[in-house]
Every structure is written in C-alpha cells, then in structure tokens.
C-alpha cells in the first residue's frame, strides 16, 4: 500500500481530497507493477474491486482515474482468458497469517472446477471464518470436556486453510485433511509440502521439523462412504452444506464420527439458502445430532478479510442428542 499523500504532493494536487489523492496513489502503485501474469492480474482486479466497494460504503465516490485503472483491467484479463487456456486454470498462491509473521501458504486455482465438479480449489469465506475461531478460541477450547485434541480431522478440506492452521497452532496436533475429490487431495498433498517447506525455510532444528511431518497427512475420504478416521477427537469442516444433494451423506458421515467416540465437531455453514440449511438443520435431527450455535461471522473477522458482500457464516458446534 502507497504511503498516505504527504504535504509535498498536496502542493501538486491542490485541488484533490486527500480521498481523491489516495486513490491516485493507488492508481498510479497499480500502473506501476511489471505486467502481471494472469493470476496476478486476477489478483489486482479482486483488489480493487474491493478497495471501491469499501469507498462506496463509506460513502466516498470512487475517483474517475480509479473507475477507469479497473475497467481497464477488466479489459485486459478479459483478453487474455480469451486467448490463453491458462488462465483459467491458473494456479496462484496466498499467504494466510496466524499472526505478524507466522503464516500458512496455499497453492489455489480459484477458477478450476475439477472433473467431478468440486469447488475445493479455492478458500472460502466460511474457512476463513472457522480459522479465525480457531485462532481465537484456541484449540483447547474446542477439544471434548476441555481435553486438548490429539487427532483432526478435517472434512471437505478444499485447500486445507482450517487444518493447516490448526497444524500450527499445535505442532504435536495429528491432522489429517480429508477431500472426496482426487484432485483436491492431490493439491492438499501440494499444500502440506508447502507448508513443511515454509517451516524448514524459518526453523533451523531440522530434528524437530522432521518429526512433525508425519503428523499432517492428506486423504480421500468420501462422506458415509470412505470408513471414518478412528480415535478422531476434533473434527473440523467449513462451507460443506452448500449442496442440498449431498447432505444426507454428509451428516451420516458427521454422525459416524460422533458415535465414534469422545468427537467434538464443529462446522462452518455459509447460510447462501435458507432451504439449503434447513435441509442441514433436518438431517442433524434425524440423525440424532444437535446443532449448538457458537458464532456469527457478518464481516471481516479479526485475522482474515471476508468481502461484506458476503453471506453470513455461522460456526456449529455439533453433538449427539443426549
Ligand atoms: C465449498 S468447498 C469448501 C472447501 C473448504 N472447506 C473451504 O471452505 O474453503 C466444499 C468441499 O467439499 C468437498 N466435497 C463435496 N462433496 C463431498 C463428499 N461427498 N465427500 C467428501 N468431500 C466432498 C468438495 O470437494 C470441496 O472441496
């Protein structure tokens, strides 16, 4: 982000609002940057479209300058998903801070909808929201009678935001990120590579790095089909209600884990459709499960950036029926 207008460029922009001047600065860091690849350019459309949406609820009327550097780069990336297959499978990766300097790196292609239709390649508000409850109300919190968790398990992992970060919070924590989709799995393998090799990059004791491998894995496991983990005692699982059609499975599978043993689960539900969850809603109850609510996210939470355009995301805890 450009430095705030100093007193020595008001001189030359006399007639512009310190607004109107932030936005020039922003336009003119923008047309700076080397021509971005497609991803970034993604990336700098996403930015702004942001930065105006955040201006307008403010009440500040976007600059003509501004409103003119994101048309044009509508318009180029328009062209060059055009003429280049790439882009819409384009690959970028982003960096999730758990705090100042400690951070989890995923690789995402948010335009891929894999072979079998998944929607797991990219992060999704509801993940983003469940990794901040995470963060904030720390892992002994969620684990069963106030014990910590020994084993995670996460389902419908997409990218693996939500264990990844749990991973870090605790390191002698066993996760495992779980996906129905082959694909998805395969890019959570990616992921988990990543990160180990993020924490060789910021930790010398080679030892140690290499004991905490083992403890993050990746598998499918297909809801009410693939046998459920044995031992699990935290179960995590973020925007997996989206699909009417797949509930029953989902809370089968959600059922087999409670009925497992001392399981809590808790899941993050993006209320897109009212009918949707409800669908949710009945199928816990008729698998005998009960839905506790813990949080509401509207907006942004504490560590991460939710648009405000998106739809709540409520975070369940969920039990078996005493
Ligand atoms: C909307 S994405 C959410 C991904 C991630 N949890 C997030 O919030 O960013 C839903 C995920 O559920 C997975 N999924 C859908 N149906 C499934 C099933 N029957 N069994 C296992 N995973 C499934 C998809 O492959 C996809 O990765």
Same mark, same amino acid.
């Given at each position: ?16 609002? +310190? ?41 500040? @009327? ?26 819409? @499978? ?15 790196? *995923? ?69 495992? *990120? ?33 004991? *905490? ?13 693939? +046998? ?19 509930? +029953? ?26 009918? @949707? ?29 939710? +648009? ?15």
């Amino acid at each position: 982000m450009p430095a705030l207008p100093t007193s020595e460029s008001h001189e030359t922009h006399d007639e512009l609002t +310190p607004a109107e001047q932030y936005q020039d600065a922003i336009v003119d860091l923008i047309r700076s940057l080397p021509t971005p690849d497609a991803a970034d350019e993604r990336y700098y459309q996403t930015v702004l479209k942001l930065f105006i949406r955040q201006l307008e609820a403010c009440g500040v @009327t976007p600059s003509e300058q501004l409103n003119e550097a994101y048309t044009e780069l509508l318009m180029t990336s328009k062209m060059s998903q055009g003429s280049s297959k790439e882009a819409s @499978t384009a690959a970028c990766f982003v960096n999730y801070f758990v705090n100042e300097s400690d951070y989890v790196r *995923l690789r995402e292609s948010p335009n891929v909808i894999s072979a079998h239709g998944s929607t797991g390649h990219r992060t999704w508000e509801a993940a983003l929201a469940l990794s901040d409850y995470i963060i904030t109300a720390g892992l002994l919190l969620l684990g069963e009678d106030g014990q910590p968790p020994h084993k995670l398990v996460e389902l419908g992992a997409g990218t693996g935001l939500v264990g990844l970060i749990a991973a870090k919070l605790d390191p002698t924590l066993e996760v495992i *990120l779980t996906d129905g989709d082959e694909q998805v799995v395969n890019n959570l393998r990616a992921n988990i590579a990543l990160n180990n090799n993020n924490r060789d990059n910021n930790n010398n004791d080679n030892d140690n790095v290499e004991s *905490l491998r083992p403890r993050i894995s990746a598998e499918v496991l297909l809801w009410n089909e693939t +046998p459920v983990v044995a031992n699990t005692d935290l179960v995590v699982a973020a925007d997996v209600t989206y699909d009417a059609s797949v509930i +029953p499975q989902l809370v089968a599978c959600l059922a087999q884990f409670a009925d497992a043993g001392a399981c809590s689960i808790i899941v993050a539900a993006t209320i897109r459709s009212q009918e @949707t969850f409800q669908v949710f809603q009945q199928g816990c109850t008729t698998q005998g499960l009960t839905l506790t609510k813990l949080r509401s996210y509207n907006e942004s939470t504490r560590h991460f950036f939710i +648009p405000p355009s998106s739809p709540e995301v409520i975070i369940y805890k969920i039990s078996n029926q005493a």
